[in-house]
């Protein structure tokens, strides 16, 4: 059992459970989340018999820092070696004062989207809440563990679930795992500064609505119509735009906050004025806001970058139906770790096989 799976709220509790006294949970969970420390020997303040308790089992044990690129923009890909093998990847993204972590849920990815190059992957396997939580304490070492939260964009601040993987199909992770991002006792991270992006699983919205979480929700848009969705995404066979827009309507959010769009603009595929108007219609009667992110190529990807004009032109459509439309920069395209650009072999530890 690793405690790390477990919502922080509840390790006093599972420390009374193995024997403890509960407020060594508090004591633990400090030195994970404000410190980064993992390793129970390093735990000054337990008493041995508590550190010999975490060091069983790996209680405490989260996923390997195997590899950091940084990009010319700052941006930094982190790849992590899950316990069985898989390597998963994790993206900082520093940016206008803000620094956010990009997390992944899965190894792989199973919808299948033919823009993505983690489609290519498959899915491996969904991680737990210890690999996704292990992300952000890996990344929070990797800059030093800044602890002083009025320095902006020094530590990080914004958490999006838009690595690797379909949140929403590992949902039985991704709760504990937000809990703990959210809770004093764990990150203490605002729910307002985390958004879940799905590619659009209607049931799976619904019941992370009712989690009532207080996150924001993004969706993978992506076309203005059923039949270009379903060509490029395959999920849309299952749910329809229309229900994808229901389930949106329903989903608690604050006064004033509105779901995210996400439209992965394609060259000649979804790029066209008609098109943006099209999604101008759908989406006028909606509290939204769209976020258009021009392609990010990769070696093999069937689709091509649109020109900077013809994404201008789409997003000044959109603010014509009073939805606010932004451009995504792509960062760090040079180490792939864009939008879509994160993948890795399913073997990656070939190094046993020479
Ligand atoms: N699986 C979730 C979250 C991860 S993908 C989802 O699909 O929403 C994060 C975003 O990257 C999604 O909006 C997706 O549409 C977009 N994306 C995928 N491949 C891309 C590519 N090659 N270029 C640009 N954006 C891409
Ligand atoms: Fe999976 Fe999202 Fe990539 Fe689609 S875009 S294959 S849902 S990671």
């Not at 316990?83 to 792989?108: F, N, Y």
């Not at 969904?126 to 030093?144: H, K, T, V």
Request: proline fraction near 7%; charge should be positive.
């Amino acid at each position: 059992m690793n405690l790390l799976d477990l919502p922080a709220s509840q390790w006093p509790d599972k420390f009374q459970e193995l024997g403890e006294a509960s407020y060594r949970g508090r004591q633990t969970a400090h030195w994970v989340f404000r410190k980064g420390i993992t390793d129970p020997r390093a735990m000054t303040n337990l008493p041995p018999s508590t550190r010999a308790l975490l060091e069983e089992e790996r209680r405490l044990g989260i996923p390997s820092l195997e590899s950091a690129h940084t990009s010319v923009d700052g941006t930094r890909k982190l790849a992590l070696r899950l316990a069985d093998g898989p390597v998963i990847e994790s993206v900082l993204i520093p940016r206008k004062g803000r620094m956010t972590l990009c997390l992944s849920t899965q190894a792989g990815c199973g919808i299948g989207c033919r823009f993505c190059r983690t489609a290519a992957m498959g899915l491996i396997r969904n991680l737990s809440p210890s690999e996704i939580l292990g992300q952000w304490i890996q990344a929070m070492r990797l800059l030093g563990f800044p602890t002083d939260r009025a320095k902006e964009g020094l530590s990080i601040d914004h958490v999006v679930f838009m690595g690797m993987g379909e949140p929403l199909a590992n949902l039985d992770a991704l709760i504990p795992a937000i809990r703990s991002l959210t809770h004093p006792d764990g990150i203490g991270l605002s729910p307002r500064r985390i958004t879940v992006s799905t590619s659009g699983l209607v049931p799976k919205m619904r019941l992370l609505g009712e989690a009532n979480l207080g996150i924001q929700l993004a969706v993978s848009l992506c076309a203005p119509d059923d039949l270009l969705r379903r060509e490029i995404m395959p999920v849309g066979r299952i749910y329809s735009i229309a229900e994808i827009l229901e389930a949106c309507r329903e989903f608690p959010l604050r006064n004033r906050e509105r779901v995210t769009f996400e439209y992965v603009l394609l060259k000649g595929k979804n790029d066209r004025p008609e098109q943006a108007r099209s999604l101008g219609r759908l989406l006028a009667p909606f509290r939204s806001k769209v976020n258009l992110i021009p392609f990010n190529p990769f070696p093999g990807s069937p689709f091509e970058r649109p020109e900077e004009e013809v994404v201008q032109v789409f997003a000044d459509i959109l603010s014509g139906f009073h939805i606010t439309a932004t451009v995504r920069k792509s960062m760090g395209p040079d180490v792939l770790a864009a939008c879509g650009q994160l993948a890795r072999e399913r073997v990656a530890s070939a190094g046993a096989e020479y």
